[in-house]
Each structure stands twice: as C-alpha cells, then as structure tokens.
C-alpha cells in the first residue's frame, strides 16, 4: 500500500539525536536556539520560540498577543480542532465560520459578518499548503482592529504575494508533527515580529521566566527539548527541496486526474501541498467513503481531512449554518502527494483514482 504520508527520516537525523544524547544534556538548550535561528529563515527573519506541539504554539501565541477569557476569534470550521481548541485552551471564544469551496479557505465575505464588538482576533489556516486570503484578511483586520494570527500549521514554505506562511499575523503557528511537511518529532514554533509577544511567549513556555528562579508571571512547561530540535534542525535543510518535490508530484497529478476537481493555486501563492486534496464533485460523504475503500483497494493509502466540521464535534456541539463546509466535508478526498513517492508509485496513484472515479 502506498501510504498516505510517510515521515523521512534519514542517518542524518539518527546521527544528531546520538550526538544530543552523548552530551547527557537533552532539555532545551543550544539545539533549540540554533533550530529557532534556523527556522527564522523561512519566515523573513522574525522571532521564533519553540514548543513542544503545534498546539502549543497556538495556545501560548493567544496568550502572549494578550487575548482575555471571553475574546471571540474567527476560525475556520473546516480544519483540525487544535484551530479553535488552542482559543478556547487561552479562555476565548472560537467562532466558526464558512470556507470557500474553491480554496478550503475561510471565507473573507462570510468572516465579516461574524464581526462583533468581542472580535479581537481572526485566524485563518492555510489549510492543506494553500495560503488563505491574507492581503483581504490584514486590509479586515486593519479597517476594524482585529488581530490577524495565523494557523501555518500545514503551511511551511506557502507563500502569497511573496510573502511567506509566517510572515503576515501577530503571530503565526507552525507544527512539527511527524506528518507535516517537516517534524522534529512533535514540536511547534510561535512565530513573531512584536519583541513583546516574543518575550512573554519565552516566559509562558518555560514557568513564567526566562532567568532561573525568577519567574514573573504563571507559565507552563511547553519546551521543546534539544532531541526534538535535534531532528528539526537537520529537516530544516531538506523542507525546500522536499517541498519543490510535492510541487512536482502535484503538477503530475493535476495533469492526469480526470473527472475530480483538482486543488486550486490562487495566482501569486505558492502551495505547499501539505495534502493534495481532490473533490468529488455531487458526492455524499457514504458514496464518498465507497470511493476511499476502492482506492486504498487499489493500493493507494488516502484519507478525508476532516471528516466532521469542528463546531458539530462533541467538543463545541454548535448548530451552526456553514453550508459551504457541510458540502466539502463530504466531497474532499486526499491522496499520496509526499517527496518519497516513486513515478512507479505516482502512475499508479492516476490509474487507481481514475478507475475508481470513472466507476463511480
Ligand atoms: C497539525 C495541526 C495543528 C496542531 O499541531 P500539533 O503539532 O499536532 O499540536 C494545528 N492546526 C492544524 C491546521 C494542524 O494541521
């Protein structure tokens, strides 16, 4: 079976938690400074802290860009519930909002009418690699003072207009999970310009203090250790070209799947491809899931991200009216697009979906 992602994890990444492990010192330290200077590159130089999860990252950025218990921020429903659990975890309020079918993003339009005089943040989640409408998001954000942050979770390396993942929020979120596009094992990265978003990020991480002993506010152990930084700091020379690999396998789908909608490239964005997510066009989520059991038949692992929109999760158990996510939700299929696959693996991936497709 083709997998559906497949972490690549090489001698060199073996090699460097030997050499963390030699030391006898394995807490964050130098590895993690060195990993956040590293990261900083891909994201124009702004300030990096690292964590132990993406969530994390999430979590403490709310914190740091001084969100209050009862703030509402606007998330997409259609994404991983870490989105708007990371709000709720920082005492705010998530309030879901609609995408537009075309990009899996949330929808600019749809977002300005969930405005009110809570509103003190908008979140949107370049989901799958595909950066959201952030020139229309900031121009929002700016006419109605609102904080922009961003989940960049599934986004290293995206761009828009030039501007990378990263480089547009208060603060942005980044992910290491094994099956994001770069791991450290788990991990996160908050990412910032504002010097006091980042001081207080430091502190929330490590106890309320970024001196031993001398804690000036209440904070978490959220650290990343210098093992996990370890194996970041080593994928962080391989995510560029990794990511131009996923470009590549994506063009070759785009060019040979027949009879689905392939992902769209907003002109000026650069997709990270995350997932390369087609979508059955009409289908109901049973005929849908039929359809995934006939490719993984054909050999090709494949997945729905996400089967159920985050406020009809048990955890928020919204009723909510999102049309436009209630019909990706049963259409969206996502299949092999990581840099480990063969062209052997691609053609196969093309015939298995096809056939499966034509069938259907
Ligand atoms: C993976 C992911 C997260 C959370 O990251 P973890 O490292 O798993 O905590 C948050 N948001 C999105 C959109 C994600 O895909």
């Excluded at 952030?134 to 290293?156: C, L, N, P, R």
């Excluded at 978003?197 to 490590?206: G, I, P, T, Y």
């Excluded at 990581?338 to 034509?358: F, G, I």
Aim: charged letters at 20%; aromatic letters at 6%; one cysteine or more.
């Amino acid at each position: 079976m083709i997998p559906a992602a497949r972490p690549i994890i090489g001698d060199e990444e073996r090699e460097a938690v030997d050499r963390v492990l030699r030391t006898g010192m394995m807490a964050q330290g130098p590895e993690v400074k060195a990993f956040e200077e590293e990261f900083s590159a891909f994201v124009g130089g702004r300030h990096c802290i690292a964590v132990n999860s993406g969530t994390s990252a999430l979590h403490l950025g709310f914190l740091a860009a001084g969100l209050k218990a009862g703030d509402e921020v606007i998330v997409p429903s259609f994404s991983f519930a870490a989105t708007a659990n990371s709000v709720a975890l920082a005492g705010g309020v998530p309030v879901f909002a609609d995408i537009d079918p075309k990009t899996f993003n949330m929808d600019p339009a749809h977002v300005e009418t969930l405005i009110t005089e809570k509103t003190k943040g908008i979140m949107p989640v370049h989901l799958y690699g595909h950066m959201a409408d952030m020139d229309v998001f900031e121009a929002i954000g700016k006419k109605h003072g609102i904080t922009i942050y961003e989940d960049s979770a599934q986004a290293h390396l995206a761009s828009l207009n030039g501007r990378r993942s990263g480089e547009w929020g208060k603060v942005a979120s980044f992910s290491f999970y094994p099956t994001k596009n770069m791991t450290s094992g788990e991990g996160g990265m908050i990412v910032t310009d504002d010097d006091h978003v980042d001081h207080l990020a430091r502190m929330l991480r490590n106890q309320g203090g970024v001196i031993r002993y001398q804690n000036e506010i209440v904070g978490f152990n959220n650290r990343m250790t210098d093992i996990h930084a370890a194996i970041g700091r080593v994928q962080v020379t391989k995510v560029e070209a990794w990511t131009q690999k996923r470009r590549e396998n994506a063009a070759y789908l785009d060019a040979n799947l027949k009879g689905v909608i392939t992902p769209y490239v907003r002109p000026g964005s650069e997709h990270s491809y995350h997932q390369y997510t087609i979508r059955i066009p009409g289908a109901t989520g049973a005929s849908r899931d039929a359809m995934i059991a006939a490719i993984k038949e054909g050999g090709v692992g494949c997945d729905v991200y996400y089967p159920t929109p985050i406020h009809r999760l048990p955890s928020f158990n919204q009723k909510l009216d999102l049309p436009m996510t209630e019909m990706v939700v049963q259409e969206v299929i996502s299949i092999p697009v990581h840099p480990s696959l063969t062209q052997a693996e691609l053609e196969q991936v093309v015939s298995v979906v096809n056939d499966v497709v034509a069938k259907a």
